[in-house]
């Protein structure tokens, strides 16, 4: 157990529909971060938050958006679904705002698009 | 086209054997990291590394950044079936953290 904890672990739905993806950090870590990945992109990152304000943004769609809240667990918001959206979400976890020292990641969300 | 690139894309070895992946690049990271990712289960941080020419050893593992911080390598001694997953390296330019496509290991008993 990593400490950092994604529900769901999986997750069924159809195009068009917009689902929450929920994320708890590891005790003590301030910033959270959210990654797609896929088999032909890899870990591609979508966003940062910090102690709840937005710190940076990766190539996250229009279609996603995600907020930090003050207990600081996250979600991210996936609408307008596509097949191609279908991916493994994960969610990781840092004391400070810079990436420098590495994170902890969850398990991750295994969305698939029907 | 990938910031990071890592070699090879899959390895298949046998127990016992030595190996080595690689993480190159033409940009200079504040630190690297190494992470081993298994199936259905998010990347573990093995390392970070930050200072040029440092090299990390944990138990079988060896860890080098290079002198120009643009590039890492991963040593492998006596591999076992244990150590089969996805071998990802990071680089962190400012508060940015990209990740390579990773090196498929499988290690055969």
């Known amino acids: 157990d990593s400490g950092v904890t994604q529900t769901p672990k999986h997750l069924i739905t159809a195009t068009g529909q917009r689902v929450t993806l929920r994320c708890s950090p590891r005790?003590?870590?301030?910033?959270v971060y959210w990654y797609q990945q896929s088999l032909d992109q890899g870990l591609q990152f979508l966003i940062q938050?910090?102690?709840?304000?937005?710190?940076a943004k990766g190539n996250i769609l229009e279609r996603f958006s995600a907020q930090q809240f003050p207990d600081l667990h996250s979600e991210l918001n996936l609408s307008s679904l596509e097949l191609g959206d279908s991916a493994l979400y994960f969610c990781?976890?840092?004391?400070?705002?810079?990436?420098?020292?590495?994170?902890?990641f969850g398990s991750g969300t295994r969305l698939t698009v029907v | 086209t990938q910031l990071l690139e890592q070699s090879p894309q899959f390895l298949s070895i046998q127990e016992g054997e030595n190996l080595t992946v690689y993480c190159n690049s033409s940009?200079?990271?504040?630190?690297l990291q190494w992470y081993r990712q298994e199936p259905g289960e998010g990347p573990v941080l093995l390392v970070t590394?930050?200072?040029?020419?440092e090299v990390k050893k944990l138990k079988r593992l060896t860890f080098q950044f290079g002198d120009a911080r643009k590039d890492s390598s991963l040593h492998i001694t006596a591999a076992q079936p244990g150590d089969t997953g996805l071998y990802l390296c990071?680089?962190?330019?400012?508060?940015?953290?990209?990740f390579g496509a990773g090196t498929r290991l499988t290690v055969k008993p």
């Open positions: 990781a976890s840092s004391v400070q705002d810079r990436a420098s020292y590495g994170y902890t």
């Open positions: 005790s003590g870590d301030l910033s």
């Open positions: 938050y910090y102690n709840g304000e937005e710190r």
């Open positions: 940009s200079v990271f504040s630190s």
């Open positions: 590394v930050v200072t040029g020419g």
């Open positions: 990071a680089g962190a330019i400012g508060n940015d953290m990209r």
